[in-house]
């Protein structure tokens, strides 16, 4: 049964930090595809940052040089890392999941995701 759960969320004034983490269970993240979306209020669905094939990072433009992912596959940890952290960047985070087949898709087509945390920024 796969599963992730994400925890970090919070409510920071601009320009804090918080640490978002999404621990797995299910399947291995050493063979998939990890990613981190997010909703704000009002907003559509946006694309975050993705990992994949252990170092292979992608960032939306919008949370470049602020946002890092990372992993810990021993523990299956997946972690977003946000500084500078913005007004505009307010939304519930999600962690996503998809089997690595030499590329990642769209994160918003990964079919494996959370429940979701909480960021407010003011």
């Known amino acids: 049964h796969v599963q992730l759960v994400e925890s970090g969320g919070g409510s920071v004034q601009a320009g804090g930090s918080l640490r978002l983490s999404c621990a797995v269970s299910?399947?291995?993240?050493?063979?998939?595809?990890m990613a981190w979306y997010r909703q704000g209020p009002g907003k559509g669905r946006e694309g975050v940052a993705t990992?994949?094939?252990?170092?292979?990072?992608t960032y939306d433009d919008s949370v470049k040089g602020r946002f890092i992912i990372t992993r810990d596959k021993a523990k299956d940890l997946v972690y977003l890392q946000m500084n500078g952290l913005q007004p505009e960047d307010t939304g519930m985070y999600y962690c996503?999941?998809?089997?690595?087949?030499?590329?990642?898709?769209?994160?918003?087509?990964?079919?494996?995701r959370g429940q979701g945390t909480q960021v407010t920024v003011s």
């Open positions: 996503a999941a998809d089997q690595l087949y030499g590329t990642c898709r769209d994160v918003l087509d990964f079919p494996a």
């Open positions: 299910g399947f291995r993240i050493r063979n998939y595809c």
């Open positions: 990992l994949y094939s252990g170092a292979t990072t």
